[in-house]
């Protein structure tokens, strides 16, 4: 069955840097697109990041424009989240999820967007 298993959460300090992962198994990751979305306590689910299946088109939020970068290695069925310069509004639980297709297309940043989710990992930026 399709899963996804997002890591490399943890506890920063503001201004520092963390990669999360987002290991995909049961279904061929180069045919989709992969995307990323956060959820902070009492807040709604905000889509930050989306990367086609190739690679060549990334998407982000203006909220971590600049900060994050997304990437991809299909060969190891993962896709990246690195981001830096982390602020204590970046304290979310993030999350990866698949869309229905190879693109990331016009709503990438809605979660109906997604058909499958990883369970999450916890970033807090605190000092």
């Known amino acids: 069955q399709v899963q996804l298993v997002e890591s490399g959460g943890g506890l920063v300090q503001p201004g520092g840097s963390l990669r999360l992962s987002c290991a995909a198994s049961?279904?061929?990751?180069?045919?989709?697109?992969i995307g990323w979305f956060r959820q902070a306590p009492g807040k709604a689910r905000e889509g930050i990041s989306c990367?086609?299946?190739?690679?060549?088109?990334?998407y982000y939020a203006d909220s971590v424009k600049g900060r994050f970068a997304i990437s991809r290695a299909n060969g190891k069925s993962t896709v990246y989240l690195q981001m830096s310069s982390l602020k204590p509004e970046d304290t979310a639980v993030y999350y990866c999820?698949?869309?229905?297709?190879?693109?990331?297309?016009?709503?990438?940043?809605?979660?109906?967007?997604?058909?499958?989710w990883g369970q999450g990992t916890q970033v807090t930026v605190s000092s």
């Open positions: 999820a698949r869309p229905r297709g190879s693109s990331c297309g016009a709503f990438w940043g809605l979660p109906t967007t997604y058909t499958n």
């Open positions: 049961g279904f061929t990751l180069d045919d989709y697109a």
């Open positions: 990367i086609s299946s190739s690679g060549r088109l990334t």
